[in-house]
């Protein structure tokens, strides 16, 4: 079967290294997260690091019930090109981020057994949002939990979404030695943080490993 590479996302970088890691890699986006977070950084590091770095992928910011007028200072300072909303922001909260920054937006929802429930989060958030990002729930964290969710409701999320006209990024548990597994259940955006991580650094081992892996199974590489 020949599938369409993913939409890749490396998330959580912390240091000029870790930039520059991503900026060599075959992904499409790099993430930062400015919230409460072991990968916590700073508009201001970011914005050092990207002078340093010739980084051409799409910046994210990650967020986390911060005050939307924070939320849009950063996004237009930075510039960021994609805005993930990972706490209870509302369709509201979306819609004036959109208005005032004309940044994409991601929200995030946390997989729950009751399918339906995220496919009607979905619903209402369309409007308002550029994407969904499904990650795994896990009690006391916002995500980079490194653990996966049962990954047969993938195409369920990736049908609503596309039916809703938005993109549907999967997180949580990611790593070079499950890619192939996610990859049969067809998903259009990955986002991995720990996954290619070693002693808390972006690994350039881990990421090639995985990018060979998704390369080989989407029957684009070289």
């Not at 990968?39 to 990650?62: A, F, M, Y």
């Not at 995500?143 to 949580?172: D, M, N, R």
């Not at 548990?173 to 990859?183: A, K, Q, R, S």
Request: glycine fraction near 8%; proline fraction near 5%.
């Amino acid at each position: 079967m020949n599938r369409m590479k993913p939409y890749l996302k490396y998330c959580g970088a912390v240091s000029q290294e870790d930039v520059a890691c991503i900026s060599q890699s075959h992904a499409d986006a790099i993430g930062f997260i400015l919230a409460p977070s072991k990968r916590e950084v700073h508009p201001d590091q970011i914005k050092h690091w990207l002078s340093q770095v010739n980084c051409t992928k799409d910046i994210v910011g990650v967020f986390v019930n911060e005050k939307i007028q924070r939320v849009c200072d950063i996004a237009n300072d930075l510039p960021l090109d994609i805005v993930q909303l990972h706490g209870d922001e509302t369709p509201e909260d979306a819609k004036e981020i959109k208005q005032q920054t004309g940044a994409a937006v991601w929200k995030v929802f946390h997989h729950e057994p009751h399918l339906n429930d995220t496919l009607k989060n979905m619903t209402t958030f369309a409007p308002f949002v550029d994407g969904f990002l499904i990650d795994s729930k896990v009690k006391g964290m916002r995500g980079g939990s490194g653990t996966a969710f049962a990954w047969e409701a993938v195409p369920s999320y990736v049908q609503h979404a596309k039916q809703l006209g938005k993109t549907c990024v999967i997180a949580g548990g990611v790593t070079p030695e499950t890619i192939t597994d996610l990859l049969a259940y067809g998903p259009d955006a990955i986002d991995l943080s720990s996954g290619i991580e070693e002693n808390g650094k972006k690994s350039t081992t881990k990421i090639k490993a995985l990018e060979e892996r998704m390369l080989n199974d989407v029957r684009i590489s070289k």
